[in-house]
């Protein structure tokens, strides 16, 4: 990986030079980190806040490598997607991390870990989705300021206990990944494809990938069973205009016999539960002693207690209106006052900083 390939992929004249390079990777979150890395790498010359704001990036990997870490050893959720691909990159060059992603084997893993979180960071937002019915999993995106709030992503780590959540209509929740560690970034990627478009930086994680030992049958019916050939097939194609392909030329040979299976079993919908979401309601002190989130019907509406913050479910992409939201807080009153407890009693550890999620 080498700025030539930044320049083709990012439909830049080279005459044109670093500062239009890199410019135009802005319009790409993580694109910068990336590209300033590159060009260290090639000597470009860059002033100290070209420098600062890499050193930010490669702090921010160190932070959530660290945190990886110390949550596995403590909880048992591991990461997948991002983290993962890391060790494919060499190390004078970076992958850039938005986020952190864990799955976790339990939900009382899952709060555990987020309990952590909340105790050590300046968490300001924890977001809540239920994903399933029976089984119903749960998943949990916390965010903090970074250094810079107005330069550089917030700090977010997104923990569910689903490995591979689908697309809530026709591919449904796989909870567990387990393959090789190079077949599984390949999943995860092929799993953002069920969301958005494929970008530059799937095509530069496909690159690092390629030099794997991808065995090609394997490989393709592992793809298949996780229900991703279509993604996989398009992501491949997609970088093999860009970058050679190494051993994933003959995955992706292999794998045009599982494209079109798939389709077709696409046209059954998945009967899967619409995820839902939880609106914050209100904070609570740190929970300790619960192991899972507790469902509380409230009439027509759902109420979800958990071990941070109790929040109004909705389906996702919904938001609850003024009245609704009352009859939600009158909702958890009553039960405060039929459990004996309440959010400023039920327990002494101090309140986390959670506040309603806002643009930024």
């Known amino acids: 990986m080498n700025t030539d390939l930044l320049y083709r992929l990012l439909d830049v004249d080279p005459a044109a030079g670093p ?4 410019h135009r990777a802005r319009a790409d979150r993580d694109l910068p980190y990336l590209v300033l890395a590159a060009l260290a790498r090639e000597g470009v010359r860059m002033g100290r806040h070209a420098r600062a704001e890499l050193q930010r990036a490669r702090d921010r990997a ?31 060059l970076p992958r850039p991390l938005d ?17 952590r979180l909340v105790t050590d960071h300046p968490v300001e937002s924890v977001d809540v989705t239920l994903l399933g019915d029976r089984p119903r999993h749960t998943a949990v995106t916390l965010r903090w ?21 689908g697309d809530h209509a026709t591919v449904p929740i796989r909870p567990y990944l387990a393959a090789a560690d190079h077949v599984e970034c390949l999943i995860a990627l ?3 494809g069920l969301g958005r478009a494929f970008r530059a930086t799937d095509v530069i994680d496909v690159a690092q990938l ?5 065995e090609p049958d394997e490989t393709a019916a592992v793809v298949a069973a996780y229900r991703l050939a279509p ?16 051993a994933l030329r003959d995955v992706r040979a292999v794998l045009e016999a ?19 979401h939880g609106t914050l309601l209100r904070r609570t002190v740190t929970r300790y002693q619960w192991d899972e989130a507790l469902l509380l019907p409230a009439g027509a509406a759902t109420l979800l207690l958990t071990p941070v913050a109790d929040y109004l479910l909705a389906p996702a992409g919904t938001r609850p209106t003024a009245l609704e939201r009352s009859a939600a807080l009158a909702a958890l009153h009553a039960w405060d006052a039929a459990s004996g407890t309440a959010p400023d009693t039920a327990d002494r550890a101090p309140r986390i900083g959670l506040r309603e999620p806002r643009h930024r």
């Open 190 to 192: 092929a799993e953002e």
């Open 99 to 115: 986020e952190l992603s864990l799955v976790s084997p339990t939900e009382a893993a899952l709060w555990q870990a987020v309990n």
């Open 62 to 92: 160190d932070c959530y490598t660290r945190l990886a870490r110390e949550l596995t050893d403590a909880t048992g959720v591991r990461p997948i997607r991002g983290l993962p691909l890391t060790g494919h990159y060499p190390p004078e």
């Open 231 to 246: 993604e996989t097939a398009a992501l491949l194609d997609l970088a093999a205009e860009h970058v050679p392909l190494g």
């Open 19 to 22: 500062v239009e390079l890199l």
């Open 258 to 276: 599982e494209v079109a299976p798939e389709l077709r079993r696409r046209h059954t919908p998945a009967g899967a539960s619409p995820p839902r």
């Open 145 to 165: 300021p970074a250094e810079d709030p107005l330069l550089d992503p917030w700090y977010q780590v997104r923990l569910a206990t689903a490995a591979l959540t």
């Open 210 to 214: 390629a030099g794997q030992p991808f």
